[in-house]
């Protein structure tokens, strides 16, 4: 009988469920021909990891298990006309709000139902690609898009509310309105929807490998709690030895040892010396196997038991990941090697020579990985998306530690509505660290203490870059800034 292949479930809003980044990857492989061995390979994930991954598809009715020879299911029925596609997850309820409900009582010429649907949209918009926000499939054509646009244009153009008070809502809706513009406009440009759709490729691959070492070491310590439950400790199986006596016991009498001596010496003297014959004494009984000379040794015993039975649990784990990680390298898969050799080398804590190897193999990947996190970064930043720019570059940063990334990640929180100016200027001074002469983290980290209105640290900073290159065109704008303020 053939192996049974998963097939997305015609008509399910996957948007109304809580997906990891791992699912919603390996959803974007699945195609109704590709089983589940054939995923692992496709997607360089484990194949446990896959399995489980695909049991919750199935459980949720995402996805159903079918026979890759069965015709394939009927298309969906179109929704009701009534239903906009982009907003028919937020109109039907079928998601959470991310926003404080008070905001809904914010003053404004709008209806409490336009309200909801600004600040669901607003809120959202970080979870949502261009398809999402239009309400489109990666196939729709230029019509479709264009379709989905119109929809969305007629409902939050601020235009449309001429002469009416909008109150906090206008500037949401203004940056709403410009996010469905550009979504539509980077669709139904064939070049530019190519390149949207690889920086797309690339952030569904790192979110995937993210959340499978999230779950993997999550296993790994659950596995670790699972078998030291599983053995009894040591000391509650067997009591403890004796404490040694505080002092020596009183004699109660001879011993029989001397009892016997004295019988011997007797007989000696009534026999004039003649030593009588000795009884037959009984063979002395072995010691038993399974006996211990005192309980010390059988705490010891079963301690040993105890660790060799952890040993074996913890050994046939990382033997698990080790071959995970020997599937990945087979597909070049880095990224998914260093994770399942990472977690093998956790359960095997002694072996050298794995441990080696996953470090080996954690720089490889870090390399690759940083390289698919700069190219996020500087699409990020072509775009105009200065907070997704900021989370990249900071990723790209910590792999690399090097002045380039981290003033990018600084210039780019800084540009950031909602960036942390403690971490931008973290990052600024760590550039300048590992770079002392380089002037645009100096310019960098006085823009930050600008922002933060710290204008004597703005000041020394300035002072500093200043020392570096008196000409700087940027820095001699910042100096006057400080001079007025």
């Known amino acids: 009988m053939a192996e049974k292949v998963p097939r997305l479930t015609p008509g399910v809003d996957i948007r109304k469920f809580k997906l990891d980044p791992m699912d919603g990857f390996l959803m974007t492989r699945i195609d109704g021909k590709l089983g589940p061995k054939d995923l692992a390979r496709e997607t360089g994930l484990p194949d446990f990891s896959v399995a489980r991954a695909l049991e919750k598809l199935e459980k949720l009715g995402v996805i159903q298990l079918v ?5 394939p299911p009927p298309p969906p029925q179109p929704p009701p006309a009534e239903r906009k ?26 209806t409490p139902e336009q309200k909801k649907r600004v600040l669901d949209f607003y809120f959202r918009l970080d979870d949502l690609d261009h398809y999402t926000l239009l309400g489109i499939t990666k196939e729709a054509d230029k019509k479709g898009v264009k379709r989905a646009y119109f929809e969305l244009a007629a409902l939050f153009h601020p235009d449309r509310y001429f002469k009416k008070d909008l109150g906090t809502f206008k500037p949401k809706m203004e940056v709403l309105f410009n996010r469905i513009t550009e979504a539509h406009d980077t669709l139904v440009d064939a070049e530019q929807r190519a390149e949207y759709d690889a920086y797309l490729a690339e952030v ?25 439950r599983a053995a009894p400790p040591a000391a509650a199986a067997v009591p403890a030895p004796p404490p040694p006596p505080s002092a020596p016991a009183v004699p109660t009498g001879p011993s029989p040892e001397e009892i016997r001596r004295r019988k011997e010496a007797l007989a000696r003297r009534l026999t004039g010396g003649v030593r009588p014959p000795q009884p037959s004494r009984p063979t002395p009984e072995e010691p038993s196997p399974l006996r211990y000379s005192n309980p010390q040794d059988a705490v010891d015993a079963l301690k040993r038991r105890y660790e060799d039975r952890l040993e074996s649990a913890t050994q046939a784990h990382a033997q698990r990941y080790v071959q995970a990680a020997e599937d990945a390298l087979a597909k070049n898969d880095l990224v998914a090697a260093s994770t399942s050799l990472s977690i093998a080398a956790k359960f095997a804590p002694d072996d050298v020579a794995l441990a080696m190897r996953a470090q080996e193999t954690k720089n490889l990947a870090d390399k690759s ?54 971490e931008a200027a973290e990052h600024a001074k760590q550039a300048i660290t590992l770079q002392p002469n380089k002037i645009a983290s100096h310019v960098t980290l006085v823009e930050v203490y600008l922002k933060a209105g710290l204008q004597a ?6 002072e500093a870059a200043n020392a570096l290159d008196p000409k700087h065109p940027g820095l001699q704008a910042l100096l006057k800034r400080i001079g007025k303020g």
């Open 67 to 71: 026979d890759p020879n069965a015709p």
């Open 204 to 228: 569904a691959t790192t979110r995937g490998m993210e959340a499978m070492l999230e779950r993997a070491m999550a296993d790994s310590a659950r596995t670790a709690s699972d078998a030291e």
């Open 457 to 462: 640290s703005a000041r020394r900073a300035a």
């Open 85 to 110: 596609s982009a907003v028919a997850q937020f109109d039907g309820g079928l998601l959470a709000p991310k926003y404080d409900p008070k905001e809904l009582e914010a003053p404004a010429d709008l």
């Open 369 to 422: 990985l940083s390289e698919s996190y700069l190219k996020q970064a500087q699409y990020e930043e072509r775009q105009g998306h200065w907070s997704e720019a900021g989370r990249s570059w900071q990723k790209v940063a910590r792999i690399r530690n090097d002045a380039a990334s981290h003033e990018r990640a600084a210039h780019a929180i800084l540009r950031s509505p909602d960036g942390d100016l403690h």
